[in-house]
C-alpha cells in the first residue's frame, strides 16, 4: 500500500524525523572521557520533565515494566504490604508483579472507565493506623481505558492521614505529555517508558526517584543485581552507566529532550490536551461513549465504546487492511467492546483529523449507525477555534 502506516496507537508512539536522524550514529566508547557531556545533561533535563529539583533520574535499557520492579525491589523490603487500585490491564499486571515478587499487594477492585478513588483510599489509610502499609502503588494513566487519576489528590490523602507510605506511580503513558509534579505532589518513584511521549523507540525505563526513595534504597534488603539503583547511583555520578548503555537511544533522547523543551513542557501538556479533546468532540458527534467516565478522560488516550451489537476488533481490522491506520485494541476486560485512539507524542492537529477521518471510514464500513463526515467536522471545527495563529 503506498504511504506509510498511520500509527494511532498509545504506544510504540511516532517518532520525529529529527530523533531518528540523532539516534543514527556510530557505535563510541561508552567509557571514554567525553561519554558524560551526554549523560550528564540527559539526566538534568530529565529532571525538568518528571518536575523535580530535589529528585534523582535514571535511564535504565529496559522498559516501562521493569521500572514497575526497580521501584518495588530497590525501596521495599521482601513481604512489604502495598496497596493497589485495579482499574484496567496495566494496574491489574503491576499488581500481579508485586505478587510474583513476594509482596503483600492489597489489589482494591474499581469499576475500569475509574481512576482511583480518593475517598476509598483515604478510608484504608486512615484504617491503616499500625501503618503497615508501605506503599501506594497509582497508576497515573491506565492505558487500556483512557483514564488518567489524581495524583496531587492521592498526595493529599497520605499528608491528610499522615500515613508515610512512599507513593509510586505509574507515569508511563502520561510522563511528557501530561501534566507531572514530583516535587509538588511528593511522588517519592516515578516510572515512564522510552516509547510513549519520550517520541524513542522502546527499550528505556526512564524513572525518577525523591531522596525520602533514594535513602530507602540504602537499606532495603530485597535482592537485585541489573536492576539495582546503587550501582545506578554509583557510576551515573560521575557520567557512567554500571553496564553498556543503549547508545542511540541515549542520543535519541537527548535530542527528544532538546524538541520538549524548545516546545515548553506547558505547551506540550496544552497540546495533548487538544488533541485529547477535538477527539472527544468527534466520539461525542458519532454518537458513541468514551470508556471513561467524566472527569478522568485522559488525554493521551481514548478507548471508544462500540454498541452491543458491534465488535471494536472488526473496527481495528478494517482501519488496518483497507485504510493502513493502526489503532489500539481492548484487552482484558474490555477485548472486543473498545478500540483506543492515542493521541500522544509526535503529532498535531491534522495528524488526528487523519485519525478521525481513517476511524470514521471504518466505522461505516462496519455498519456503524453514523453521519459520515460528524466526528471529522466536529473535530475540525474545535480544532480551528482553538489554534493559535
Not at 68 to 93: C, M, Y
Not at 95 to 101: D, G
Not at 114 to 137: F, S, Y
Request: charged content about 20%; some cysteine.
Amino acid at each position: 500500500m503506498a504511504g506509510r502506516n498511520h500509527l494511532y496507537i498509545p504506544g510504540p508512539t511516532n517518532v520525529p524525523d529529527a530523533v531518528l536522524n540523532a539516534m543514527h550514529v556510530p557505535m563510541e566508547d561508552h567509557r571514554s572521557p567525553i561519554f558524560p557531556n551526554l549523560l550528564k545533561p540527559i539526566l538534568q533535563d530529565l529532571k525538568k520533565v518528571f518536575g523535580t529539583e530535589t529528585g534523582q533520574t535514571f535511564v535504565f535499557p529496559a522498559t516501562g515494566t521493569a521500572g514497575w520492579e526497580i521501584a518495588l525491589t530497590n525501596i521495599l523490603n521482601p513481604g512489604d504490604k502495598v496497596i493497589i487500585f485495579r482499574f484496567g490491564q496495566f494496574s491489574h499486571l503491576w499488581a500481579e508483579m508485586a505478587k510474583r515478587l513476594g509482596f503483600d499487594v492489597e489489589i482494591h477492585q474499581e469499576t475500569w472507565g475509574k481512576g482511583i478513588p480518593l475517598d476509598r483510599l483515604e478510608q484504608r489509610l486512615r484504617e491503616d493506623t499500625e501503618h503497615k502499609i508501605k506503599a501506594v502503588l497509582a497508576t497515573h494513566n491506565e492505558t487500556a481505558t483512557g483514564v488518567t487519576s489524581d495524583i496531587g489528590g492521592v498526595r493529599k490523602v497520605l499528608d491528610s492521614v499522615n500515613h508515610p507510605a512512599f507513593l509510586f506511580v505509574d507515569g508511563v503513558s502520561s510522563i511528557a505529555s501530561i501534566d507531572f509534579r514530583l516535587d509538588e505532589w511528593g511522588v517519592d518513584a516515578a516510572i515512564s517508558g522510552s516509547q510513549k511521549g519520550f517520541m524513542l523507540p522502546a527499550g528505556g525505563a526512564i524513572l525518577a526517584f525523591s531522596q525520602k526513595a533514594l535513602a530507602a534504597v540504602q537499606t532495603s534488603t530485597y535482592p537485585r543485581c541489573f536492576l539495582d539503583l546503587k550501582d545506578q547511583m554509583t557510576a551515573n555520578k560521575d557520567g557512567y552507566t554500571p553496564y553498556t548503555p543503549n547508545l542511540p537511544l541515549l542520543y535519541g533522547l537527548r535530542k527528544a529532550l532538546d524538541l520538549l523543551l524548545e516546545e515548553g513542557m506547558d505547551n506540550v501538556y496544552a497540546r495533548h490536551y487538544r488533541l485529547a479533546e477535538g477527539t472527544r468532540k468527534a466520539v461525542a458527534a458519532w454518537g458513541l461513549k468514551l470508556c471513561a467516565q467524566p472527569g478522568f478522560e485522559s488525554n493521551t488516550v481514548s478507548a471508544i465504546v462500540v454498541p452491543e451489537d458491534k465488535d471494536a476488533k472488526d473496527v481495528i481490522s478494517t482501519a488496518f487492511k483497507k485504510y493502513n491506520i493502526s489503532l489500539g485494541a481492548g484487552l482484558s476486560e474490555v477485548a472486543g467492546k473498545v478500540f483506543r485512539i492515542g493521541h500522544i507524542g509526535d503529532m498535531n492537529d491534522v495528524s488526528m483529523l487523519g485519525a478521525i477521518a481513517g476511524v470514521e471510514m471504518a466505522m461505516l464500513d462496519c455498519g456503524f449507525n453514523i453521519q459520515p463526515g460528524s466526528g471529522v467536522a466536529a473535530a475540525i471545527e474545535y480544532y480551528r477555534s482553538t489554534a493559535k495563529a
